[in-house]
């Protein structure tokens, strides 16, 4: 089976471009994470999905950030009117239902914001 | 506010001799915690985790230890071979199922 599917890998935006990042998790986990890793840091958490619902958006910087997960599969996190503070590596993880789960990281997508 | 902490950015050890990873932590509600293993290009990669109603756990050459009464835990790894050589990172996790990052000890080993 495939692991956490992520893209584009690369992404290079001007300055007030949107932009959609996407996440194609593992078949059949339920739980989907969003995280954000600037340079020299460790990933730090943005929002997660169980199946469709997003229950915790507690890590979105602004509402310039928006996730969803439509069907309870893939997700796509929206930046919208990038900034070159948001350039950074965007990581999603999948992992089964419930806390303890190990969650499987895709290898991200590197934005850069000109 | 960093609760989980990695001291050490960088560590070398000789191939074949242990490495021993550090975390502290400052939240004493985390009661989960894991390690995974980052190269390059790549996402992080699970390696071990430990639940906090126990005080050890093995798994090859990896073995996590886990102090709650100093919020301290550690990642031993013996011997250590150059394929090991990777950014470590620490992780912990409460209640929902986020979890919270250290900012990585990049682990050299030297043939």
């Known amino acids: 089976g495939a692991g956490v599917s992520q893209s584009p890998r690369y992404k290079v935006a001007k300055r007030g471009q949107d932009v959609a990042l996407r996440c194609d998790p593992i078949?059949?986990?339920?739980?989907l994470f969003w995280y954000q890793q600037a340079l020299g840091q460790g990933p730090e958490f943005l929002t997660y999905?169980?199946?469709?619902?997003?229950?915790?958006k507690s890590g979105l910087p602004s509402d310039r950030f928006f996730a969803e997960r439509p069907e309870g599969s893939v997700s796509t996190l929206k930046i919208q009117r990038t900034q070159q503070e948001d350039s950074a590596v965007y990581l999603c993880a999948s992992s089964l239902a419930g806390a303890k789960n190990i969650q499987y990281f895709g290898a991200g997508t590197r934005l850069s914001v000109l | 506010d960093q609760q989980v902490k990695q001291n050490s950015p960088s560590l070398s050890v000789q191939e074949g001799r242990i490495s021993i990873l550090n975390c502290d932590y400052t939240n004493s509600m985390f009661d989960y915690f894991l390690w995974y293993k980052k190269y390059p290009a790549e996402g992080p990669t699970f390696l071990i985790s430990i639940s906090s109603i126990k005080d050890k756990n093995e798994d090859g050459r990896f073995t996590v230890f886990l102090n709650k009464s100093a919020k301290h835990l550690s990642l031993h790894i013996v011997p250590s071979q150059p394929g090991d050589s990777a950014v470590y990172f620490c992780a912990a996790s409460f209640g929902n199922e986020k979890l919270t990052f250290g900012t990585g000890t990049r682990l050299t080993i030297i043939p």
């Open positions: 078949s059949g986990h339920v739980s």
């Open positions: 999905f169980q199946n469709e619902a997003q229950l915790d």
